[in-house]
């Protein structure tokens, strides 16, 4: 590993004169997990590294009614899994936040930093996708909010300029009748990565098994993870049945566009889409159904 | 660049230089000369070099030194009370929870964690628990018994016996239970256990 300068600021305002004073030299380190690898690797050599876990704004992790989850670019996943608002709000991004890495991975990740990585086959992503998440960045030209599907633009691409830095994701409060599942599709129990993984969030209407919304993305099947919108369609307004669930995943299926690697063949892939897309969607349907 | 930071590792300081780039790891074998935490993988995968960062197993790999710094930071060297062991490396003894011993330091730590949080863990809760923590050897069925073994021991000197093992915290952090389970309601990482 290269040598570099480690800096901590204490406050958002140093941060961001430091990424303004060093720009691309710099690299920002929250949970380090992906960022020390790639030093090791001299995949990334910065003269520069931000250590941004000091900002207390970074810190923030807050449940609210009215404005939902919001998650601190420094919070790591270990605060998600044990969260008992995440459970009982947001029951997917329970679900993923505990399928990745290890303990001592979640303690030291973060939901900010695997999003800003970009990998397809990225943990949080698809439930965030699900969830109409947003991130708020700052840089020397102010904040500005950026909806999750805008902020991911390729593989380990994101719409974050070298200045600047996320401050939080923000996650929107569910509906009244509204829950999320996820499902992450791997060879081993844990300490793995996805083959697919599938997202759900489904809203019922008052009263009844009627599908009022629904929201479902695909992770590791495309070079970002992706929605599903004509899957989505197909659930908008019917209830849910055997028959519809059979056609939301055959459609899902057809908006995955997959590659073939050393884990999994494409036929394979775009098969599991169909089988996760039906159980993410029946899952969240029947969390729902008890709310 | 060099730089002087002060670690705090099992209540001690250690004021080290250090460069931008040197991790934990490094910091706590070559500069502390505290070596029971060990290299495996270097990429966070294998938990040999799992250390207690306020209470919490991290993978020392995978930390910058300098990040460290302010922090309570448990090794090996800091759980047994002197010669006395602590029950989680009693219990590896008497269950015979190691084979070669390189992934022990790791497990160890990681075991007091688990307790610390939970104190009577289900066998599926304990797997959940020490997931990030390989053992080539594939002595897991010891381990876990041995963590089983550890919890009915610490319930029992929790209950009026007498106590052999210093549990102040500042002679003793990993004994002294983390923070962050506080701050939880203390739920353990098996909930999902699987």
Not at chain 1, 65 to 85: D, N, Q
Not at chain 1, 135 to 156: D, S
Not at chain 2, 142 to 166: F, L, P, Q, S
Request: hydrophobic residues 40%; proline residues 7%.
């Amino acid at each position: 590993m290269r040598d570099f300068e480690y800096h901590a600021p204490k406050t958002l305002d140093e941060a961001v004169a430091l990424l303004e004073r060093y720009g691309t030299s710099a690299k920002l380190l929250a949970g380090g997990t992906d960022l020390v690898i790639m030093l090791n690797d001299h995949m990334v050599a910065p003269e520069h590294v931000i250590d941004v876990k000091g900002i207390p704004e970074l810190s923030r992790f807050e449940w609210n009614p009215e404005r939902g989850l919001t998650i601190g670019a420094a919070v790591p996943f270990r605060k998600l899994e044990i969260s008992p608002e995440v459970q009982q709000h947001y029951p997917g991004v329970y679900e993923a936040a505990s399928e990745v890495g290890s303990w001592q991975i979640r303690n030291q990740a973060t939901p900010a930093g695997n999003l800003c990585t970009a990998s397809p086959a990225c943990e949080i992503g698809p439930i965030m996708y699900a969830l109409d998440a947003q991130l708020q960045v700052t840089g020397p030209r102010g904040q500005r909010t950026i909806p999750i599907q805008e902020f991911i633009t390729g593989v380990r691409r994101t719409a974050l300029q070298p200045d600047e830095l996320v401050i939080e994701i923000q996650v929107p409060p569910p509906g009244a009748r509204a829950a999320s599942h996820y499902i992450k599709l791997k060879e081993r129990q844990k300490m793995d990565i996805a083959f697919v993984g599938v997202a759900a969030s489904v809203e019922l209407e008052p009263g009844d098994g009627v599908i009022r919304d629904a929201r479902i993305a695909l992770g590791a099947v495309a070079p970002t993870p992706i929605r599903a919108p004509a899957a989505e369609a197909a659930l908008r307004g019917r209830p849910l049945s055997d028959d519809i669930l059979e056609q939301v995943g055959r459609v899902a299926a057809e908006s995955a566009q997959p590659i073939m690697d050393v884990r999994a063949s494409v036929a394979y892939r775009k098969e599991m889409v169909s089988v996760l897309t039906r159980r993410a969607v029946r899952q969240a349907a029947t969390l729902a159904a008890q709310r | 660049m060099r730089t002087l930071i002060e670690l705090t590792v099992n209540g001690q300081p250690y004021p080290i230089d250090v460069e931008g780039r040197t991790r934990l790891l490094d910091a706590l074998r070559e500069k502390c000369f505290l070596t029971g935490a060990k290299e495996g993988c270097s990429t966070g995968d294998c938990g040999a070099c799992t250390v207690l960062l306020d209470g919490q197993p991290v993978t020392s790999c995978l930390v910058l030194a300098s990040s460290a710094a302010g922090k309570e930071i448990t090794t090996i060297e800091g759980v047994s009370a002197g010669e006395v062991l602590h029950p989680v490396q009693q219990a590896f003894m008497s269950a015979g929870g190691l084979q070669c011993g390189i992934c022990t330091p790791g497990m160890i730590l990681t075991s007091i964690a688990l307790l610390n949080e939970n104190r009577n863990p289900t066998r599926d809760q304990i797997r959940f628990g020490l997931q990030g923590n390989l053992c080539r050897c594939t002595g897991y069925g010891k381990i876990v018994d041995a963590v089983e073994v550890a919890a009915k021991d610490m319930a029992t000197r929790e209950n009026g016996h007498h106590m052999e093992v210093k549990t102040e915290p500042d002679t003793n952090p990993a004994m002294a239970g983390p923070a962050q389970a506080d701050a939880t309601g203390g739920q353990a990482p098996g909930e999902k256990g699987r």
